[in-house]
């Protein structure tokens, strides 16, 4: 849901997802003169609860002297920034934000005139005008509210708390959704790249012992990097090897999909980056994305049936080249399934297309439109020279686990030093707080567990002006590279014009964005160890590029409140 409003010269535009609602406000030339920042008050109508927003930052003047991890309310030290965003946001709430300018010193602070805006959050499960259910999971292990809330132990050693909080819902959601097929008339088919965590696959193994058509397909490609015995293990354990098939053709068979049936119709599929592992659901940030679709399903369904004849990689792009086109030749429809693997890379190129000014020949929403996209194992080179291009009044947002990988990885870091210094490109890679003498932070996990190969991001979805009126969003399994569509066994979904997917992606990915970005930018700008950094005492935070067209947070901010100057 969106809702805009401006009063007085006060603009507030906030964007509300499941767990996530974004403001972008502004002050018009009259009203931004000794503006020492904005109050944000929060009513939840649906818990009758109203208070102040908070904030971990003071003015030295009125500095409480707050031990770790303290916070403060924003009426008595406000947020200097033209962008917020409240990430403790619950689905389906009705809630009021009163955005409130404060002026005057920090010890004798003096209301300007105030702007509520009220606006709801979507529902997670798909209503009758979409069939898109979205769960992210909290993706924030390196966290200061993990630190305070579990000690900054690891999950293993709190159990069951801790894997909730950080599960966000997106566990729970599998179970819900396997938990659809509730008797012998239903089929579940799906094929996984890691299949490994145990409370997911004693899912599945309850639904087989209620009568349900359970088939999966899963990784078993011989080598010492995949994850085959780990999957044959849990497998084993979990009983499932009646209804198991493995995949040993080709490099990675990278899927995670389960297609829902009903008398051998399908009706809904899931999909997205999730692997059924402890690092999948509770570490890296990962997207749950369901699709009540019956179209969806079946070509999903036939999909599998390919995957589980387990043939060469040849063999898959013909069935690719016959029965999943891509790109298409005309561009309409509101979602667009890619499988892969293709021959080539018409489908990289395609990605590429619709993320650069050459979008409209596509049929996109036409040249120079922002861009928000997730890297977890480096930027290839032709998504490099889209953030490279000319035009630089325009957003462009990279959210990274690491700059390059393997042997691409100090390359990758030069390229992405040069990207990042662009004036309105901003990057942020994935980083943790190591110890507690920085400001009020507490010391945080780096990642889940000692065997991690991903820590930080593992989402795979680039967004294309979510904020405007036909926005684009493309998300699954595949990496944007070229081995995730000329090798690898992936799937996309290519979601055109719908706002309710673009604002939950959005916010989702500005909460991680802003999470990261910070905590890289510690290693940039001072040591750690240095006294808490303040408030500005005037209105000089307003001159850190907000009003420079040379800056990024310039552009940020009149694309988040919708404005032209």
């Not at 818990?47 to 904030?55: A, I, K, Q, S, V």
């Not at 950080?166 to 996984?192: C, D, M, N, W, Y």
């Not at 990962?286 to 387990?310: C, E, I, P, S």
């Not at 006294?531 to 009003?547: C, E, I, K, T, V």
Request: net charge neutral.
């Amino acid at each position: 849901m969106r809702k805009r409003r401006s009063v007085e010269g006060l603009t507030v535009n906030a964007v509300a997802g499941t767990h996530v609602v974004l403001l972008g406000l502004n002050l018009a030339p009259s009203r931004r003169a000794g503006c020492l920042g904005f109050a944000i008050q929060r009513e939840d109508h649906t818990e009758d609860e109203r208070y102040w927003m908070t904030g971990m930052k003071t003015f030295a003047a009125t500095d409480p002297l707050l031990g770790p991890g303290g916070q403060v309310s924003s009426r008595e030290h406000p947020f200097q920034s033209f962008q917020w965003a409240d990430y403790s946001a619950k689905p389906l709430h009705d809630y009021t934000y009163t955005v409130l300018p404060l002026y005057g010193k920090p010890t004798k602070l003096k209301e300007g005139a105030s702007l509520s805006v009220r606006i709801a959050t979507e529902p997670e499960w798909a209503t009758s005008g979409s069939p898109h259910s979205i769960f992210f999971n909290r993706g924030a292990i390196a966290s200061q509210e993990y630190a305070r809330r579990f000690q900054n132990q690891s999950p293993q050693v709190v159990g069951e708390a801790a894997y909730r909080w950080l599960s966000r819902g997106l566990l729970e959601a599998f179970q819900a959704f396997v938990a659809r097929a509730s008797g012998a008339s239903f089929g579940l088919h799906g094929a996984f790249y890691e299949f490994q965590w145990p409370e997911a696959l004693a899912t599945l193994k309850q639904a087989a012992e209620r009568g349900v058509e359970l088939e999966i397909v899963y990784d078993a490609i011989p080598g010492d990097t995949g994850p085959k015995d780990a999957n044959l293990a849990a497998i084993a354990a979990a009983g499932l090897k009646p209804f198991v098939t493995p995949h040993t053709e080709g490099k990675i068979m990278h899927n995670k999909f389960l297609v829902l049936s009903r008398k051998g119709k399908p009706i809904a599929v899931w999909t997205g980056s999730t692997n059924l592992t402890e690092n999948g659901i509770f570490g890296h940030l990962n997207v749950g994305h369901a699709v009540d679709d019956a179209m969806t399903a079946r070509r999903y369904l036939d999909y599998f049936a390919q995957l589980k004849a387990d043939e060469a990689v040849a063999e898959d792009k013909l069935w690719t080249a016959a029965n999943n086109p891509a790109p298409p030749e005309t561009w309409t429809e509101p979602l667009t399934l890619v499988f892969s693997p293709h021959k080539g890379l018409n489908v990289l190129d395609w990605y590429v297309g619709i993320a650069d000014d050459l979008a409209a020949a596509h049929g996109a929403n036409g040249p120079h439109q922002p861009l928000f996209m997730t890297f977890a194992f480096g930027m290839h080179d032709k998504f490099k020279a889209v953030y490279e291009q000319p035009a630089q009044t325009v957003l462009r947002f990279a959210l990274m686990e690491k700059a390059g990988n393997g042997s691409g990885l100090a390359q990758g870091k030069k390229d992405i030093a040069r990207i990042r210094n662009l004036p309105n490109v901003v990057v942020a890679i994935g980083d943790s707080i190591a110890i507690n003498s920085f400001d009020r932070w507490l010391a945080e996990r780096d990642k889940l567990t000692k065997e991690a190969n991903v820590k930080y991001v593992h989402t795979k979805f680039m967004l294309v002006d979510p904020l405007g009126p036909k926005p684009v969003v493309i998300t699954g399994s595949a990496n944007f590279s070229e081995a995730s569509t000329n090798t690898n066994g992936e799937n996309m979904l290519v979601i055109r014009n719908d706002r309710r997917v673009a604002d939950i992606y959005l916010g989702e990915f500005m909460r991680i964005f802003s999470h990261y970005a910070f905590r890289e930018s510690l290693g940039f700008h001072r040591p750690v160890d240095q006294n808490p950094s303040h408030l500005s005492a005037d209105d000089s935070w307003q001159r850190a590029g907000y009003f420079d067209p040379g800056k990024d947070r310039h552009w940020r901010r009149l694309y988040f409140s919708r404005s032209t100057a």
